[in-house]
């Protein structure tokens, strides 16, 4: 069983030493996991930044001393996965966001699609944008990642199409694809842009807007899946195939 991860806002430069982690990750560390001295957990910044830490000892309820003997930095993966995910209705964006961190996806992006029966508007907009990052955070600790996704503001159609347009590879999963996702030619390193549509699909307008941009139309496989899950089993699929989980 691997270490379990712990977020921390920054590293001291240098690194090593003796760090107390405290806060709601102290708490958790302490209470929840019970840690001993002893046992060894990971601390990360979510940002490729981590330390192996060896548990020294406890103070009361919330803090959470170990030692540090280095802070490593786990480059950024090649090709760069991002998934536009449209936004799907209730909890279904948490279960596309969590799944698709464990996979490894390394950016998400909410997309506004015109067929989108949930609308981000003011203050709902932030409260579920910062639902979305908070399930991000956990699911990246929870899948051992010590560099979790970016999880962008929400996009309109026509700023995706300007992020597909400076990808090294565009795809949008559509049932008009000729060519399915597993046979299409990857590149080796920069950025895949991936689209995944709304439960309605992708309007017209906008698989046109996209096609203009440079993103072609694939089929996923056989079976029709839903939003919330589509982008996890596309993004499995060009991790295999791009040599990512070799």
């Known amino acids: 069983m691997t270490a379990p991860v712990f977020v921390v806002e920054h590293f001291r430069a240098g690194g090593g030493g003796q760090y107390v982690l405290d ?23 979510g940002k490729g930044r981590w330390s192996d830490c060896d548990v020294v000892g406890t103070e009361g309820k919330d803090r959470l001393i ?9 480059p950024p993966e090649s090709p760069r996965i991002t998934v536009v995910q449209a936004l799907p209705k209730g909890d279904r964006g948490e279960l596309a966001v969590e ?37 991000a955070r956990e699911a990246g600790k929870q899948s051992r990642r010590v560099r979790f996704p970016e999880v962008a503001d929400a996009a309109s159609t026509k700023q995706v199409a300007a ?16 060519e399915p996702l597993a ?3 990857l590149p080796s390193s920069g950025e895949i842009v ?9 309007a017209p307008e ?12 694939y089929r996923l496989g056989p ?8 982008g996890t089993a596309a993004a499995a699929l060009l991790l295999g195939r791009s040599g990512r989980w070799s």
Do not use: N, Y
């Open 23 to 45: 806060g709601p990750e102290g708490r958790h560390a302490v209470s929840v996991k019970r840690l001993r001295p002893g046992e060894t957990v990971v601390l990360t910044d």
């Open 66 to 74: 170990v030692h540090m003997t280095s802070v490593s930095e786990e």
């Open 99 to 135: 799944t698709m961190t464990e996979t490894g996806v390394d950016a998400i992006v909410p997309w506004a699609a015109a067929r989108c029966i949930t609308q981000w508007k003011g203050e709902r907009g932030l409260k579920a944008l910062a639902k979305w990052r908070s399930t």
């Open 163 to 178: 992020l597909l347009a400076e990808a090294d590879f565009a795809a949008v999963l559509h049932e008009s694809g000729d």
């Open 183 to 185: 046979t299409v030619e």
């Open 194 to 202: 991936l689209v995944v549509g709304p439960e309605g699909g992708v």
């Open 206 to 217: 906008e698989l046109a807007l996209f096609e203009e941009a440079g993103a072609q139309a």
């Open 223 to 230: 079976t029709v899946l839903r939003t919330s899950t589509a």
